[in-house]
């Protein structure tokens, strides 16, 4: 037990210490991994392991070639993980007409890299400790968040109604009934069907009501449709 324990703490690079290393960063990225997975993002437990694994096995390279050859700076293989890691990340973010998805992956794709280099460098106690830090972040302010009712975002509510609006008051007073923000709206006229497409540019809660705030749109004017969208189309 005590060779084991000199082995994982030695500053010199040796079979077990890496051996170990190796596990102990697959498993935090297993954790993390396992909590996206279970939140549906395309990265999960085998992608965000092997990222870990990858980093740390990068930094025991790095420190075992200055150690044989007395040459190279370990810090130049953590940049270029760093580096490579967001390209890695970059490709978890989604957008989807205007809407982007996967910055928390990414995010986190990145932060596990990290927690493989910390591993790699011999720093178990703080890798753990990070890796309840993140599991904090995604499960448990995550949780806070929906309780608060905190998450809000930008969408365009598109409206054609059978008639020429003036004006549209009525509409911000509904959307004020409802505790939706009104950030900009683009209007439309086309006087030969004598109709109008009005886009409210709004920011949302994801408590909204959506089915009533459109019952109530549609009892204003003779409305044609009524439809959310996560861009302006004008």
Not at 22 to 44: N, Y
Not at 61 to 79: F, H, I, N, Q, W
Not at 184 to 202: A, C, G, K, M, S
Request: hydrophobic fraction near 45%; aromatic fraction near 10%; charge should be neutral.
């Amino acid at each position: 037990m005590n060779q084991f324990f000199e082995a994982i703490t030695s500053d010199s690079t040796n079979f077990m210490g890496a051996c170990f290393k190796l596990v102990l960063s697959m498993l935090l990225g297993s954790i993390v991994g396992f909590e996206r997975r279970r939140r549906g993002q395309t990265a999960g437990v085998r992608t965000f392991s092997l990222i870990s694994m990858g980093s740390t096995m990068a930094m025991v390279l790095s420190v075992y070639v200055a150690e044989k050859y007395g040459t190279g700076d370990p810090t130049r293989m953590a940049a270029q993980v760093i580096s490579g890691i967001g390209f890695l990340g970059a490709g978890t973010i989604i957008q989807m007409k205007g809407s982007v998805r996967g910055l928390t992956t990414a995010a986190g794709i990145w932060m596990v890299s990290t927690l493989g280099m910390a591993v790699g460098c011999g720093l178990y106690m703080i890798a753990l400790v990070a890796t309840g830090l993140i599991l904090f972040i995604l499960i448990l302010l995550e949780r806070i968040e929906h309780r608060v009712s905190m998450r809000s975002e930008s969408r365009t509510i598109r409206i054609r109604v059978d008639v020429i609006l003036d004006d549209i008051h009525k509409y911000r007073n509904v959307l004020h009934d409802y505790g939706v923000q009104l950030s900009n709206f683009f209007v439309e006229y086309d006087f030969e069907q004598h109709e109008t497409r009005l886009n409210l540019v709004v920011i949302l809660r994801e408590n909204v009501d959506y089915v009533g705030l459109f019952h109530a749109f549609e009892e204003l004017y003779p409305t044609k449709t009524i439809t959310l969208a996560n861009q302006i189309n004008i």
